[in-house]
Nanobody
């Protein structure tokens, strides 16, 4: 599967953005998906993840502000980001994980569990 992330930009603190990840192929529904972010000098960290059945996970730092959803009919993963903070500034990556279990409710939080990555989209939050 090929992933194309978009929606990043420059926004003031307190603002909102909607990141999108378009996936190619007809098997999008068979992948668990996730959004990660990375700043220079730091490891890539999980932001949010969603299972094949739609179960979601959020990092503590984004709970209540970020909302992850998937549209299997449109092969699209979306991340709504509200109440942005300067510390949210990073390159955001979407990723897809091949199924490792028949249980569709599994999501993954480690970068090593993902098999495909988008190119990243930069989110810059000014104070």
């Amino acid at each position: 599967v090929q992933l194309q992330a978009s929606g990043g930009g420059l926004v003031q603190a307190g603002g909102s953005l909607r990141l999108s990840c378009a996936a190619s192929g007809r098997t999008f529904r068979d992948y668990a998906m996730g959004w990660f972010r990375q700043v220079p000098g730091k490891e890539r960290e999980i932001v949010a993840a969603i299972s094949r059945s739609g179960s979601t996970y959020y990092a503590d730092s984004v709970k209540g502000r970020f909302s992850l959803s998937r549209d299997n009919a449109k092969n699209t993963l979306s991340l709504q980001i509200n109440s942005l903070k300067p510390e949210d500034t990073a390159v955001y990556y979407c990723a897809a994980a091949r199924p490792r279990t028949v249980y569709r409710g599994t999501y993954y939080v480690n970068p090593s569990e993902y098999d495909y990555w988008g190119q990243g989209t930069l989110v810059t939050v000014s104070s």
